[in-house]
């Protein structure tokens, strides 16, 4: 199975930081790589897909690159809503995967 | 949009069975590649299994395969997960959701199984 690794497993920052965080996968996987977003107690929600894609409804100050086995995920303005865990997912080969996601805490 | 209703979770002794249910609305189902994805207590989540939009093909995460049986209603918009053989590394919260073969949205608000 492929194998997504996230870094860091948490991070404390402030309201108006500009965050970075990291998934790398054990393999090539394209661009077939997903972000979400999951508030404590709520299911996740789709931010990126394609690797840089904004889903729909989603603010731009999220935003992700990267292809093949590094990808980043970026928050250019943290907001109070924003603290929760992120997750990445490929959807490149079988078993789908996840990462074991990064949390985000208030400074 | 969209909007998923799982139903079906309790608590259940080792070695029993239980059967989840997803119905969907707002959205094309039929036309729908679907899933199942699991988040254990106080961790991440796991895919479980997915359907694509016939039933014709299906595919497992190794830990259910054989034990767990994923199934579609077109007509009736909904989605099953048959779950025998539980074991207590099965609990978990089990989120409907859909594919668009990029990334899983919508989500349902999940349903709690106890094994």
């Known amino acids: 199975a492929i194998q997504l690794t996230q870094s860091p497993s948490s991070l404390s920052a402030s309201v108006g930081d500009r965050v970075t965080f990291t998934c790398r996968s054990s393999?090539?996987?394209?661009?077939?790589l997903a972000w979400y977003q999951q508030e404590p107690g709520k299911p996740p929600k789709l931010l990126i897909y394609?690797?840089?894609s904004l889903q729909s409804g989603v603010p731009s100050r999220f935003s992700g690159s990267g292809s093949g086995t590094d990808f980043t995920l970026t928050i250019s303005s943290l907001q109070p809503q924003d603290f929760a865990t992120y997750y990445c997912?490929?959807?490149?080969?079988?078993?789908?995967?996840f990462g074991g996601g990064t949390k985000v805490e208030i400074k | 949009e969209g909007q998923l209703v799982e139903s079906g979770g309790a608590l259940v002794q080792p070695g029993g069975s239980l059967r989840l249910s997803c119905t969907a609305s707002g959205f094309s189902f039929s036309s729908s590649l679907m899933d199942w994805v699991r988040q254990a207590p106080g961790k991440g989540l796991e895919w479980v299994a997915n359907?694509?939009?016939?039933?014709?093909?299906?595919h497992y995460v190794g830990s259910v395969e054989g034990r767990f049986t994923i199934s579609r209603d077109n007509a009736r918009r909904s989605l099953y997960l048959q779950m025998d053989s539980l074991r207590a590394e099965d609990t978990a919260v089990y989120y409907c959701?859909?594919?668009?073969?990029?990334?899983?949205?919508?989500w349902g608000q999940g349903t709690l199984v106890t094994v």
């Open positions: 359907i694509k939009e016939d039933g014709t093909e299906k």
């Open positions: 394609d690797a840089s």
């Open positions: 959701t859909r594919s668009n073969y990029r990334g899983f949205d919508p």
């Open positions: 997912q490929q959807s490149y080969d079988y078993p789908l995967t």
């Open positions: 393999r090539d996987i394209s661009t077939l």
